[in-house]
Structures are given as structure tokens and as C-alpha cells.
């Protein structure tokens, strides 16, 4: 099938965030690891993968619509301090909430409700599961301190 160029080229620039996303929870994970505070490793382990699953989703869209990937990430920066990491999570989120939205806009516009349908899934994910926790993290941090915060997620 050959889907519409501006669709084809939103998804590629949809994946190339994708990948930045996962790669930044890979390290962010790996410092938690690192820190001793295994309950932050292994949710952001889990939101590197759920992210990898993501790039894979449109990947695959890409492909079926007849156009060719770019699989290089956005530029990205890793955070210093675990309130650093979950800000710069949190942003990112925000951003791909923001993608998200108008790449379902321009779907319903050329009519591709498959592709639309596919993001609508992505956008779920990102607002239900991936922003709230890390913003109720933060409000965590805020509440108990951040000491207590990181006991919490040893």
C-alpha cells in the first residue's frame, strides 16, 4: 500500500522520537540501577521497552505504507540526578504527547484512520501510564523529600 508522503515522513520523525525516548530510559534505568534504587530500574526498564514496542508499531507502519525508515533518534540529553531523570522523562512525554496529537490530526485529515487508530493506542499509553506516573513521582519527591523519596525506591 502506499500511504501519503506527509503521513509517511510525521511517522518517521514519530519513530526517530521513539527511539530517543528509549534510548534515554535505557541510561536512566541503568543509573537507577546503579544508585541501588531498584524499584526506578525496573519501572524505567519497563518504559524502555514499552517505548521500544512503540518504535516497533509504527516501524512497521512505515513499512507498510511504502516508505522507508529512519532509524536515527533525536538528540537527547540524560538527567544528573534522579529529579533531573524524571523531569527530563517528564518533558520528553509531553513532547511526544504533543507529536502525537498533531500526527492524529494530520491521519484524520488525509483520511487514514488506520494510522490514526495505531497513534490513538501510543497516546493512551503516553497520558494514562507514562506522564502520570512520572509526574506523581515528582509530586512525591516534593511531599516526602527527596531522601525519602529514594529510600522508598530502594
Not at 12 to 35: C, I, N, P, T
Not at 92 to 100: A, F, H, R
Amino acid at each position: 500500500m502506499q500511504g501519503h508522503p506527509e503521513i509517511i515522513d510525521t511517522l518517521k520523525e514519530l519513530l526517530r522520537g521513539e527511539l530517543a525516548a528509549r534510548d534515554q530510559y535505557f541510561v536512566h534505568s541503568r543509573y537507577y540501577e546503579d544508585l541501588g534504587l531498584t524499584q526506578l530500574y525496573t519501572r524505567m526498564n519497563h518504559e524502555m521497552e514499552e517505548e521500544s514496542q512503540h518504535a516497533d508499531d509504527i516501524l512497521r507502519r512505515i513499512i507498510f505504507l511504502g516508505g522507508q525508515p529512519d532509524m536515527t533518534p533525536h538528540r537527547f540529553e540524560y538527567g544528573t540526578s534522579v529529579t533531573d531523570m524524571l523531569r527530563k522523562d517528564l518533558a520528553v512525554e509531553y513532547s511526544v504527547q504533543k507529536n502525537l496529537t498533531a500526527a492524529m490530526a494530520l491521519c484524520e485529515t488525509h483520511r487514514d484512520y488506520v494510522s490514526r487508530d495505531l497513534l490513538l493506542s501510543q497516546l493512551r499509553d503516553t497520558e494514562e501510564d507514562h506522564t502520570y506516573w512520572l509526574e506523581k513521582q515528582l509530586r512525591l519527591i516534593e511531599t516526602v523529600g527527596l531522601e525519602n523519596y529514594q529510600q522508598s525506591q530502594m
